[in-house]
């Protein structure tokens, strides 16, 4: 089942299912006003929207046209937003690049940071860069939204709190990080929201692609059309999903709805490239002495995507243009 | 105005207007189910709410007796936790303790923190000690929940933008901070759900004791019905919540009931004790080589309170009971 939420002036947008081209969506106000109301409810949710999509599938339920510009994110705002940094690759490039060692427990305790959630970006929205100097750049991944979440949860029993999954770019102001690093209190204003793909979609969606807590799928991002990174979700993501939930449930709860990142998709093979800039700059560090890849400037204009070995496009994109305030 | 939430089996709890006395209160069903809902619709809630209160002081909306171990978190789930550290004397004494420098930026740029925000506790909730040996610390501090803030709000127009005030007990445990911290991303498993007082108040029940962005009155600690502290919130507040939210605002914007906190409340006078016991270590540590004051164990009782120069406690009291899962 594919969920969407659409711009209707409300904070929390109107919940749409999607039909299984994407092309087709219809409102169900007997069910839920939006998202984060049937993940509240979602017993009694879910199968009511699975019954809407069917219908709407066999044309017994009348769709309008689904247009991703008229998309927000599926939870428009989100009691949580945590990201992780599960593929291992991503943080010994990063940190080599800037001379710094990579955590000692980098195999064996899961680095993830607590995001914004109150304002995330719909997968049209602009990506606003105020000064140029902020070094502006993508960051491609994949996420869980998950439902409610009993502190002490472990991984064993972490794939039955997750409800539904979707792509995120995690943007970040690259040259506000070292000196919010440096305070030792985490990103903050190096962080502006964060975009969601159109689609969020439960997990029997992707079948077998979704196994052991991870997606084994593409995910392939552009840069103003050129391919930036063609990278595969699935081997190398060194904490799984389940990993994740166990780390963040050890000293609290978590409400329905909170989402759940996997951290920059990287693969060490260069030839896959990247889901960033900042991981292209930290080959050229390493490689020439310098980076030669700039940060994003205004009118750059970004996609992230992920197919199935099929070829099927199961969250559909983000499409994101660079713009001043 | 007083507001507070009251326990009834949903997940945002029943919003109630509470009279002067903090003695009745009185449900809102017309104006709104919960202060969620009053927050993203403000301008129209806050003068039906001001109604509603005034005819519960007059006899004329019939109130029923109020019970703070009824009452959840004023919002018992908020879009956003934000959590700065803005009386100095508290990260120059901390870091002191463990040999560290404070941030060379200490006086310029605000430390702010993001924290969970989707399973926030009440005033009379237990705090849970999984582990004697994570450290288990309370942290005393002022809070504002704002409405909706655009991104580039500067602290000259920042005081328009704080809808209600509140306290909060931001619980540490200490023995996870070090870990953490040399992962370089922030704090996570070392901070469990942040618990709030009762009353949420509007700023003008504080009259000239909010001014400049600043709170003047004395905010008590008891600790097992000792006095742990007794410190004065005004004059050592470094960043004002009005610094604070001109630096949370600088890279995004943020939806109405995010709630905003002044860090742990410090004097340098050491007779006015702490707000942490993290502190009173530090001083222990600086003064005899190590700590004596051991960190919360079961059965402990910590109550954090507010008083203005009158003797009047705005905001209620937070009593918590330190308990096993």
Redesign the interface.
């Known amino acids: 089942m594919r969920l969407a939420t659409l711009r209707d002036g409300t ?1 929390g947008g109107c919940l749409v299912v999607v039909n299984r081209a994407g092309r087709l969506c219809a409102r169900v106000p007997a069910v839920a006003a939006t998202l984060q109301d049937a993940l ?1 409810d979602w017993a009694r949710a879910e199968p009511a929207l699975r019954s809407a999509a069917e219908r709407l599938e066999k044309g017994e339920l009348e769709g309008v046209p689904f247009d991703a510009r008229s998309a927000l994110a599926p939870l428009p ?4 937003w ?1 990201d992780g ?1 599960s593929y291992l690759n991503h943080v010994v490039l990063v940190r080599k690049a800037r001379g710094a060692e990579p ?3 980098l195999e064996s ?1 899961p ?9 995330l970006l719909g997968p049209r929205d602009p990506l ?1 860069l ?1 000064d140029p100097s ?1 070094g502006l750049d993508f960051e491609s991944e994949l996420a869980v939204v998950l439902g409610d979440v009993p ?2 949860t472990t991984a064993a029993d972490a794939a039955g709190t997750m409800r539904l999954a979707l792509l995120a770019n995690d943007v970040t ?1 690259r040259n ?1 990080v070292p ?1 919010e ?13 964060t975009a969601f793909s159109p689609f969020a979609v439960t997990l029997d969606e992707l079948g077998t692609d979704f196994r052991d807590g991870r997606f084994y799928l593409t995910l392939r991002t552009t840069l103003n059309g050129a391919v930036a990174g063609d990278v595969e979700t699935g081997p190398e993501m060194h904490f799984s999903f389940c990993d994740l939930v166990e ?2 449930a ?6 329905a ?2 989402v759940l990142g996997s951290g920059t998709v990287s693969n060490r093979d260069p030839a896959r490239g990247v889901s960033c800039l900042a991981e292209r700059r930290a080959r050229e560090t390493i490689e020439l002495g310098a980076p030669v890849t700039p940060y994003l400037k205004l009118g750059d204009h970004v996609t992230i995507e992920a197919f199935d070995p099929s070829g099927r496009s199961p969250f559909g994109s983000i499409e994101q243009t660079v713009v001043a ?1």
């Open positions: 904070r509240d705002r989100a009691y949580e945590i940094s955590p000692e427990t305790d680095l993830v940071y607590q995001g914004g959630s109150g304002t606003i105020p902020y502190r002490g102001y506000l000196n690093l440096k305070k030792g209190f985490g990103f903050f204003v190096s962080k502006p929201s780390h963040i050890k000293t609290r709860s978590f409400t709805g909170t305030p």
